[in-house]
């Protein structure tokens, strides 16, 4: 796929409109803009990160981060994904020393029903036995020989993955949407947008400036509009058999 970055976007800009070099680092800070702005619906900025796993079981979410698209582990050539679990505790666990400390669900007697406390020594015991809760009510039988949860959970207060206390893990892999917060002047982006950055460049070079007026200001925001629809287009995956095909399948004959 071929690639512009924006430097070059702006140094074209600069060129072709002759403008001196002192209007750059205005110039890149709208072309940055755009592409962040862009990169929320057409673009679709997804990055791929390894992140370390703190000893409280807690992972630093990326400054550039939207959404999550997995979470996961490395296993060799491939990646085992995690899976979200709403019920994980928001709060953190501290000491006495007010130090925080990862929860322990193996003597937490308050997270574990009769069952657990009554079969824990022994996990084969729990193999093919009746499980019930502390309502005594039965919850069917247990299979698989271990309590073991691969589960996480995003903590947007904290700006953090806590993963699950059982899980003992030194790195995940986060692929998420990122927000073009960490663009600068060498980030690469598609060639399809290069006429929508420029553009929007210059809608904000207008609107920023006193020396242009409102009617120009709109015709250029105008101008920033279409080429946005026109790169949704090119990004689409539309083509004119399939809407061909989409209107003959919804066509239906009438009696005359």
Known sequence: MQVVNIDGIVNNMLLKRRYPKHWYLEFLLYGVECLREIGLDELEIYNTQKLPVSLEGTVELPADYIDYIL??????????????????????????????????????????DETNLLYAPNLFSQFLTVRTNSYGENTG?????????????????RNQIQLDPSLKLANIVLIYASSGLTADGVTNVPLYAQKTIQEYIMYQFYFNNRTYGVSETEMQRQRYIDERKVLRARLSDLTISTLKRIVNRNTIAAQK
């Open 141 to 157: 039988r247990f299979f698989g020989g271990s309590p073991y949860r691969d589960s996480f959970k995003i903590v947007k207060s």
């Open 71 to 112: 979470v996961g582990i490395e296993v060799g050539g491939r990646v085992r994904p995690l899976v979200e679990d709403n019920s994980l505790n928001n709060l953190q666990n501290f000491d006495s020393t007010f130090q925080v400390i990862p929860f322990n669900n193996s003597t937490d007697a308050n997270a574990q």
